[in-house]
Structures are given as C-alpha cells and as structure tokens.
DNA sequence: TACAATTAGATTGTATACAACCTAAACTTT
DNA sequence: AAAGTTTAGGTTGTATACAATCTAATTGTA
C-alpha cells in the first residue's frame, strides 16, 4: 500500500483534527456569552474595528459572504451588531458594534488564559506553531 | 482593548484557518474520485484497515457518529464500503472496503504529491509543524 | 440472576462552510 | 452614453460537525 496514503502520513489530517478539536474545547467556553466560535472570532473583528463591510470582514477571517450573511444576521438578531447597507457604495454592507456587543467584551475577557490551559504545548512550541502556521497562512 | 482578544494573538485562529484552506484546496484534486476530504480521510482507513468498527474509525480520525453515520451510508450508496452489523457484538456495526473501494485507492495515488506542491513550506517547517501538531493531537 | 450502568450507533436539531448561481451597483471601455 | 466587466452580498443546495437524546445490546455487580 502507498505509505503517502496513509492517515499517519498526512500533514493535513492533523490540522483538521486540532482545528476542529480546539474549537470543541472552546465551545463551553464561549456558550455562557451565546457565542459560538466563529461568531466569536467574527466578534473579534468586530471588538477592533468597529466597524467594516462584510468583504473585509471575510477577507480577514477567510469566510465568504455564504458563511457571514446568515450568521451577521443571527449576530443582529441576538443584538451585539447592526447591519447597514453603505450609502457611498450601495454593494456594500457595513457592520457596525453595538452597545451590547462591547459589552460581551468584558465578559470575554477571561476566555484567552482559559483556553491556554487547553493546549498541551510548551511556551516555546506554542511559539513555533503559531509562526509555522501564520507563515503558511500569509502564503493563501 | 485587550491584547489577547485581537485575532493576530490567536494560536486557534491560524489553525482553523489554515485547516479549512487546505481542505479547500484538496476539493478539486478529489472532486474527479467523487470524494469530499471527510470521505478521503475515511477512505485512508479503509485502505489500510479493510474492515473496521464505526467506533474505531471515529477515534482514529476524531469524528463521532453523528458524522459518521451519514456519511458512511452515502459512501455504502456509492459501492465503496459495505456496512454490517458485527454477530459477536450487535451493538457494533463494521465497515468493510469493497472491490470499488480499492479502486479508488489507485485513483488517489497521485493526490498527495499534487496536494505537497500547495503548502508554502519548506521541506523542514513542514517536518517541525508535523511533529508539533502530533504532540497536540496525541495530548487530545 | 435481576438490575443498574455502560457502550455503540442512529437520530434530531443547530450551526457552519463553500461552490454555484443570482441580482444590483459600480467601474471600464469604446 | 451604451455595453461589457467586475464586484459585493444574498440565496440555494450539499456536506460536514457535534451536542443531546434515544434504543438496543452488553457488561458489571449486588
């Protein structure tokens, strides 16, 4: 059998894997705030900018307007955003942080120290990874 | 604003990101097989463990069976896999590779070599990314 | 040996993801 | 300015993921 075609061999399977994983291990984390976690990484975008069209929005989370218009539509819904069709550019959708949503901030304060905890990676190799995967990243 | 909550400090983020991209990025070199990453992924089992348990193959590639068990009937509806409930243990339903299956695996042979020329690293980040996100995966 | 606890899959409900396609707006080009 | 092209979001359809729950089979135990 092809050793290349094996699970063990993959350079992919593993980063699906701790991907989806980490998520998993977000998720009670993030349920007492009402997030999920791409809303959560959608609200970080937000907690930052403040405001932004749904384009730049998917260009800094690699999401397409697919994935965000119903999820910024359930983000606005339960109250932390409001969406706004721009007047200079009637194609664009601007996203703008609400009252509530800079609120959740607070709330997501403690959540980073949590999920460090998690990650069963020495300071040194956390480092390495997070380089090795933003190098791979950037080249998208 | 809290450092820690800026997406550029997350170590998941990269890893999500970079999962979903690359998964992307196989779509179209498995799209001619009719296989989607999932069913590769669990294709690689087959190939190598010819008849399997749902609950092994779901600890082996980290997916439970509320995956599974769709997608495994698809991939049973395709003439892949066949399906069958164990006599020893009724509780267990094993999943074996047909004739079809094993045709698929020589279909695949050219996919890992195509997919290596996507990642942007060099030939040791790949190497340390490897072992690094197994240590994370093994501490799951 | 009854009976409680555990285990394996299946099912249901919710939330992504993304390709493919559609519409309207803005931009280019002739 | 009219026509063609590009761009931004929205919609539809398909395929995961996973928590929660259910059922049936098996195991552990008093």
């Known amino acids: 059998m092809n050793e290349k075609l094996k699970l063990e061999n993959q350079l992919c399977f593993p980063l699906y894997a701790c991907a989806k994983e980490i998520v998993r291990r977000y998720t009670p984390l993030l349920e007492p705030l009402g997030l999920t976690y791409t ?3 959608a609200m970080m975008v937000m907690w ?8 730049d929005m998917g260009k800094l ?3 397409d307007s697919g994935t965000l218009t119903p999820m910024l539509k359930k983000m606005e819904k339960a109250g932390w955003i409001s969406r706004k069709r721009s ?17 959740l901030h607070d709330r997501a304060e403690a959540i980073p120290s949590k999920m460090a905890g998690c990650v069963a990676l020495e300071g040194d190799e956390a480092l390495q990874i997070y380089t090795l995967l933003h190098k791979l990243m950037k080249s998208f």
């Not at 930052?48 to 384009?55: A, C, D, F, L, T």
């Open 48 to 55: 930052e900018h403040k405001s932004i069209s749904v384009r």
């Open 87 to 103: 007047e200079e550019d009637e194609r664009m959708v601007m996203v703008s942080i609400t009252a509530e949503g800079e609120k």
């Open 61 to 63: 989370l690699f999401l």
């Open 39 to 41: 809303q959560y990484i």
